[in-house]
């Protein structure tokens, strides 16, 4: 597999752009059906930077419905691996790919925060705002932790708001249960 | 000596997450893939049978990778569903992989099947199975002999920034950058596919003015395809044409190709 590294060209550049203040319209209304996974709903939204790192936008992805599984993240045209920065809930337990780190720091259970390190290596971490949750992270408190690490917010500076709703369907607070095997009889 | 056996436990003890998701429980397991994930399994009581299943997200794409629709890899994931004795669920439009039982006692051994199962399955995936031996060999032995005989550094099968072009080796100077690419193929129509993508690569990048110098490195050393009409015709023309910023060897002359790097040192 591909290890996935930032050169250490943009390294300077990255971190400008991810300590800088962003802004991105509110709300923001995640209702398409993602392309390659029918099951996920998501949302490409443009932000704006002072420090912009390439083209920048702003992806949210909800995955089968559930509040408990869900992707927030910057992405850029600029890299070929496009994800600049992420927050994940739901979808596996992350195995940071780095030599010379002893086993039991190399699993990083969701929530979790994708992003560069300052050699340019893909990890994944846990900030302190997540270091001690052991329950789901529910998708407006991630979202809540997304925009403080990424240091987002809408133009006037308040938090933006989150609607997640299919076109034509119910809300999914209404949807989505936390049993992932809920209804399924095996 | 004793300790590190409890060192042993207590590291792989901490790679296991449990999280109680309603009636059900999420357990991230000391189970790798080679795609950088761990395995992670749902447990819940159905009818006084304990399930242990894979949630659906083996097939559903959550492994970051997707089961090509290919035979090979139907066998593949045939064998491991025979060998964990695996059962298979179709419902709401998702496909689960799980075992059950009403033995309380044998849950454990069913979550090591499950967890090994999705795990070989999603490393498997990972394997490229059509790649061209002859090609890796020979990439192998131009490395091997750049590192050997050449005390310098290189980016060895990388892409040139975010150009999407990868090179065979890459050396980065002051006074520009140095690229390679080595040619093989295992038949004439994979030795021509990556004559020609070497040829047209190194054709996009010699507009940079921070590239200094390509030079391409074929495999001589099979008559058959090095004799192929098109492929004698195609290294006429590039050597020939060179110049230079551009160079073409042989791999007999791969001595020269090292003199080169120490010539515009």
Not at chain 1, 25 to 42: D, F, T
């Amino acid at each position: 597999m591909k290890k996935i590294k930032l050169h250490t060209d943009h390294i300077e550049g990255y971190y400008c752009f991810l300590k800088a203040p962003k802004s991105i319209a509110s709300p923001i209304r995640v209702s398409e059906v993602k392309g390659n996974h029918k099951k996920s709903l998501y949302k490409e939204a443009p932000i704006s930077c002072d420090a912009s790192f390439g083209n920048n936008c702003f992806g949210c992805e909800v995955r089968r419905s559930d509040v408990y599984n869900y992707s927030f993240q910057f992405l850029t045209d600029q890299l070929k691996h496009r994800v600049l920065f992420r927050l994940d809930e739901g979808n596996g337990t992350h195995k940071n790919h780095l030599p010379n780190v002893p086993l039991s720091q190399l699993s990083i259970p969701t929530p979790h925060i994708h992003h560069f390190d300052n050699d340019g290596n893909w990890i994944a971490y846990r900030p302190g705002a997540l270091a001690s949750i052991s329950e789901p992270l529910h998708i407006n408190d991630g979202f809540a932790c997304f925009c403080q690490e990424g240091v987002l917010s809408s133009p006037d500076g308040t938090m933006p708001t989150l609607k997640v709703q299919e076109d034509g369907a119910f809300p999914l607070e209404v949807i989505s249960s936390d049993d992932p095997l809920e209804g399924i009889i095996f | 000596m004793e300790h590190i056996f409890e060192d042993i436990i207590r590291d792989f003890n901490s790679l296991w997450h449990v999280r109680k998701r309603g009636n059900t429980l999420e357990v991230s397991t000391p189970i790798a893939t080679t795609n950088d994930r761990f395995v992670t399994l749902f447990i819940t009581l159905q009818n006084r049978a304990f399930i242990v299943t894979d949630g659906g997200w083996l097939y559903s794409g959550e492994y970051d990778c997707e089961i090509p629709d290919k035979k090979v890899f139907q066998r593949i994931v045939g064998h491991y569903y025979d060998c964990y004795e695996m059962q298979r669920l179709k419902q709401n439009g998702q496909t689960f992989f799980f075992k059950k039982t009403t033995d309380r006692s044998l849950l454990t051994r069913l979550i090591f099947d499950v967890a090994n199962f999705v795990g070989s399955v999603v490393s498997s995936v990972g394997i490229h199975l059509n790649s061209d031996h002859r090609v890796s060999r020979f990439k192998s032995q131009a490395q091997h002999f750049f590192q050997t005989h050449v005390q310098q550094e290189f980016e060895f099968e990388k892409e040139l920034d975010d150009t999407g072009l990868r090179f065979g080796a890459i050396q980065r100077r002051k006074s520009g950058i140095i690229l390679f690419n080595f040619v093989s193929g295992a038949n004439v129509n994979s030795y021509k596919n990556n004559l020609t993508r070497s040829h047209m690569n190194f054709s996009i990048v010699e507009r940079r003015s921070d590239v200094s110098c390509m030079a391409t490195i074929v495999d001589n050393s099979q008559s058959g395809i090095f004799g192929n009409r098109y492929v004698k015709e195609a290294l006429t023309f590039m050597t020939e044409t060179q110049n230079e910023r551009r160079k073409v060897y042989n791999w007999d002359n791969r001595e020269k190709a090292i003199s080169l790097l120490s010539g515009i040192a």
